[in-house]
């Protein structure tokens, strides 16, 4: 049974920083591309950031380039975010999400990921 478990989420004052966690089993985690998404209320899921299995291929929003930094560590099965500068619009529940593909190509769209986390919920206050 595959499960992910996000960790990390909470309340942050605008400027702040969170570091998102997320722990995968029943999967071989070295061959899913991760990703993050977030939700906010009355908004579509939508993307934050993909890692390739190892490293290479790395994608973020626009939105969150040159605040945000996704990483993994194939050891342990996790993938993280480390969130800085936040903002109020990026509150949200954050999800992160496995891809088994055989490129290794990070994709964009939640179409294309198999399996989620529950999510935890990020606020940031102004």
């Known amino acids: 049974q595959v499960r992910l478990v996000e960790s990390g989420g909470g309340l942050a004052q605008a400027g702040g920083s969170l570091r998102l966690s997320c722990v995968a089993s029943?999967?071989?985690?070295?061959?899913?591309?991760m990703g993050w998404f977030r939700q906010a209320p009355g908004k579509e899921r939508e993307f934050v950031s993909a890692i390739s299995w190892n490293d290479d291929r790395i994608y973020y929003a626009d939105s969150v380039k040159g605040r945000f930094t996704i990483s993994r560590d194939n050891a342990k099965n996790t993938v993280y975010l480390q969130m800085n500068s936040l903002k109020p619009e990026d509150t949200a529940v954050y999800y992160c999400a496995a891809d088994y593909t055989v490129t290794g190509r990070p994709k964009t769209d939640t179409y294309y990921y198999e399996y989620w986390g529950q999510g935890t919920q990020v606020t940031v206050s102004s």
């Open positions: 029943g999967l071989t985690f070295s061959r899913y591309v």
